[in-house]
């Protein structure tokens, strides 16, 4: 009965071993493509063999060796994330255009600025002077 019982418990840990380290890898390939979106598929692919093979292959021995710890730790990753890193969703906070222009109008007008006059920004080119206002005569 004994021999029967470590037959199992080693084969059913060999079988879930297996299936996370090929649940681990697909999940590595997984994010290695989807991080090269807009890259024609055979060159991710090349790439993915080339560079990233070798690492998705040992981090996926390694959860499958592990798998007692990598399962719940890869099923609690959407409950954690969810809950820590979530962001509440935008909430609509736009104002109309016509409150804004009216809201720009009232304080161009407390601050004293002519409307017509165009804004000045750092670094824009000084406004060419008329002769009247440098008080040197045209030619």
């Known amino acids: 009965m004994v ?9 059913t840990y060999g079988v879930v071993a297996g299936l996370t380290a090929r649940m681990v890898f ?12 807009g890259a024609h598929t055979e060159w991710v692919e090349e790439r993915f063999e080339e560079q990233e093979r070798a690492q998705a292959e040992a981090v996926a021995l390694v959860s499958g060796l592990c798998w ?7 099923l609690l990753r959407r409950v954690v994330t969810g809950l820590v890193l979530d962001r509440p969703a935008p909430r609509s906070t736009a104002t109309p255009t016509q409150s804004v222009a009216d809201r720009i109008e009232e304080l161009e ?7 017509s006059a165009p804004n000045a920004l750092p670094g824009d080119p000084p406004e060419p002077r008329g002769p009247e206002v440098e008080g040197t005569q045209a030619d």
């Open 3 to 11: 021999p029967w019982l470590f037959l199992v418990t080693f084969t």
């Open 26 to 37: 697909a999940r590595s390939r997984a994010g290695f493509v989807a991080g090269r979106r």
């Open 68 to 74: 007692v710890v990598a399962i719940p730790a890869l």
């Open 109 to 115: 007008r407390a601050l004293g600025l002519d409307a």
